[in-house]
């Protein structure tokens, strides 16, 4: 875990989570890493490639890969119950 207080590594961790599931980003879809740092608070913004490295341990996020705008990431399908599980 990132060297931040629980309370926001889980803050980050569920916008994350939060936003590539609102925008459907699964088998085809994907978000890039800068449109998953918006709506982060300024002073923990440099801790969200950590927290997606976390999830990407966890096989949560998967790295979508390489575009020309940028690093790009989606869920991992296969663990959707366990998603939807964590946004209730």
Do not use: W
Not at 26 to 52: A, C, M, W
Not at 55 to 83: C, F, P, S, W
């Amino acid at each position: 875990m990132p060297n931040i207080d629980e309370q926001d590594y889980l803050n980050i961790k569920k916008t994350i989570i939060r936003k590539l599931y609102t925008k459907r980003a699964f088998s085809k879809g994907h978000l890039l890493y800068e449109r998953l740092q918006s709506g982060i608070p300024p002073h923990l913004i440099g801790f969200v490639k950590d927290v997606i490295d976390e999830l990407i341990k966890e096989r949560i996020v998967m790295k979508y890969g390489r575009t020309k705008h940028g690093d790009a990431y989606q869920l991992n399908i296969e663990k959707l119950k366990e998603i939807e599980e964590m946004l209730e």
